[in-house]
C-alpha cells in the first residue's frame, strides 16, 4: 500500500513563502511522476505542478516563476517552494504520486490548506 504523507501548510501573508514537504512510502515505482495539485472552495482540482523521476518540470501557468516544485528519489519525497504568494493561489494542496504499468497507479496524500491573507 503506498501513502503519502504532507506537510508545510498554513497561513501566509500575501507576498510571502511557503514551503510544502510530502514523503511516499510503500511499494513504488522507480519511474514515476510527482506532483501538487489544489483545489480552492467551489472550484476543480487543478495541477500545480509535477516532476518526474528524472527531473522534468511542468508548472501551470500561474504559479510560473514564483513556485518552485523539487524531489528527493533516494527519499521519494517532493517539494513545493511558493514565493510571493497571493490571496489567490489560496487552497487545499494535494500531494499526488503516479505511474504506469500496464495502468495507471496513482496516490494522493490527505491535503494541506493554504491560505494567503493579510
Known amino acids: 500500500q503506498v501513502q503519502l504523507v504532507e506537510s508545510g501548510g498554513g497561513l501566509v501573508q500575501p507576498g510571502g513563502s511557503l514551503r510544502l514537504s510530502c514523503a511516499a512510502s510503500?511499494?513504488?515505482?522507480?519511474?514515476?511522476?510527482m506532483g501538487w495539485y489544489r483545489q480552492a472552495p467551489g472550484k476543480q482540482r487543478e495541477l500545480v505542478a509535477d516532476?518526474?523521476?528524472?527531473?522534468?518540470?511542468n508548472y501551470a501557468d500561474s504559479v510560473k516563476g514564483r513556485f518552485t516544485i523539487s524531489r528527493d528519489n533516494a527519499e521519494n519525497a517532493v517539494y513545493l517552494q511558493m514565493n510571493s504568494l497571493k490571496p489567490e493561489d489560496t487552497a487545499v494542496y494535494y500531494c499526488?504520486?503516479?505511474?504506469?504499468?500496464?495502468?495507471?497507479?496513482?496516490?494522493w496524500g490527505q491535503g494541506t490548506q493554504v491560505t494567503v491573507s493579510s
Open positions: 499526488n504520486l503516479k505511474w504506469l504499468w500496464r495502468r495507471e497507479y496513482s496516490y
Open positions: 516532476i518526474t523521476s528524472i527531473g522534468t518540470t
Open positions: 510503500g511499494s513504488i515505482s522507480s519511474i514515476n511522476t
